[in-house]
């Protein structure tokens, strides 16, 4: 579920593909708190399930740009580095927009990320708690 979730391959929807970073920043009206500061721009880092891990490595920029970089140790050469732009939705929602793959989603936490499905829900199961990028640096 996680390799879909971060790492899956394929076309977007047409609704994705028309969506750019500035369509989804809401005005301060009616926003998350955590959504409506710059507290959530820093480096991220966590180790998500797979058949043996997945280290996530996520920097959010404050020109609103991002690079995420994936090591898979089950895979020869599973380094993987993605870059783009990022957006915030009114209810905290992080949206990764991927040039070639599927956007990415989290719930902006104090102090940390949630790793959403592509539905933008929780990931749900016994390894659930394993979806979250804890925040290492700052970024000001």
Do not use: W
Request: contains cysteine.
């Amino acid at each position: 579920l996680c390799t879909f979730v971060l790492f899956s391959c394929g076309k977007k929807s047409e609704s994705e593909a028309a969506v750019t970073p500035q369509d989804t920043i809401i005005e301060a009206e009616g926003m998350d708190p955590l959504a409506s500061t710059t507290d959530y721009l820093g480096i991220y880092k966590g180790y998500v399930p797979d058949q043996d891990g997945i280290e996530v490595t996520l920097s959010l920029n404050n020109d609103s740009t991002f690079v995420l970089y994936s090591v898979h140790y089950d895979k020869k050469d599973g380094i993987l580095e993605e870059q783009g732009d990022f957006g915030v939705s009114n209810d905290g929602i992080l949206t990764l927009f991927m040039e070639d793959d599927p956007n990415r989603y989290f719930k902006i936490e104090k102090g940390e990320l949630q790793i959403l499905d592509g539905h933008k829900k929780p990931i749900t199961g016994k390894n659930a708690d394993k979806f979250v990028l804890k925040q290492i640096q700052p970024i000001k």
